[in-house]
């Protein structure tokens, strides 16, 4: 969807092991997000991006670091993976601010 | 009050049956609103974006009130395929805010 790919789609790791995913659009949205979705939670925001090394926190930020060097590509950095961080990981973008999200397919996360 | 509510589910329907979905929003500047389909396991989709005029798409019909603060989704002649969670979706005005509804679970039957 809007040119959306996140790698990896899949990934096993340990506790305490840095964890790196990433997020490619080809449709020069101005706006990234990272959100994490969890068995009896809806979706929850993590950080975003507006612009090239524009980011702020979200919602659950803690333990999560991000960085937007192109306007492409939106990374998303578990410096130190705890088992609380297992989860499915969705990346959107969005156009503008009246525009809605799309989402990547999303990354399954397992910390073990 | 949480931003955006939805109907608690789950909605349990039979095939061919009309169900309708409401969400109330309390920012009253929010200028955006969308509904989204996800299936399990699977990223949100958009399934339609909700003007003030109402709009329509096949089966479906979503309709906003701004006085009262909502917006509804009508699914007529539901299908087995229609089963998944519905997100009602608010963008509250300028920036780059995005509100979730926290879904409401649809299952259809034979």
């Known amino acids: 969807d809007a040119g959306i790919t996140q790698s990896p789609r899949h990934k096993v790791t340990e506790t305490g092991t840095p964890v790196t995913l990433r997020c490619h659009q080809t449709?020069?949205?101005?706006?990234m997000y990272w959100y994490r979705q969890d068995p009896g939670h809806g979706l929850r925001l993590i950080h975003y991006?507006?612009?090239?090394?524009?980011?702020d926190k979200g919602e659950v930020s803690d333990g999560y670091s991000v960085s937007r060097s192109k306007t492409e590509d939106f990374l998303l950095t578990l410096e130190s993976a705890t088992s609380s961080q297992t989860s499915v990981y969705f990346c959107?973008?969005?156009?503008?601010?009246?525009?809605?999200?799309?989402f990547g397919d999303g990354t399954r996360l397992s910390i073990l | 009050r949480k931003e955006v509510e939805q109907d608690p589910g789950p909605f349990n329907v039979p095939e061919g049956a009309t169900v309708a979905f409401n969400c109330t929003y309390s920012?009253?500047?929010?200028?955006?609103f969308f509904w989204y389909r996800q299936d399990c396991r699977k990223e949100p989709k958009l399934l339609m974006s909700?003007?003030?005029s109402g709009n329509e798409d096949g089966r479906f019909t979503a309709q906003l009130n701004r006085a009262s603060q909502y917006i509804s989704l009508l699914i007529r002649d539901s299908k087995l395929s229609d089963s998944a969670t519905y997100l009602c979706?608010?963008?509250?005005?300028?920036?780059?805010?995005?509100?979730f509804g926290a879904g409401t679970r649809l299952f259809v039957k034979a």
């Open positions: 959107a973008t969005r156009l503008g601010s009246n525009q809605p999200q799309h």
């Open positions: 449709e020069n949205h101005r706006y």
């Open positions: 991006s507006y612009g090239v090394k524009d980011t």
């Open positions: 920012n009253s500047a929010s200028q955006s």
């Open positions: 909700v003007y003030s």
């Open positions: 979706v608010v963008n509250p005005g300028g920036g780059f805010k995005t509100i």
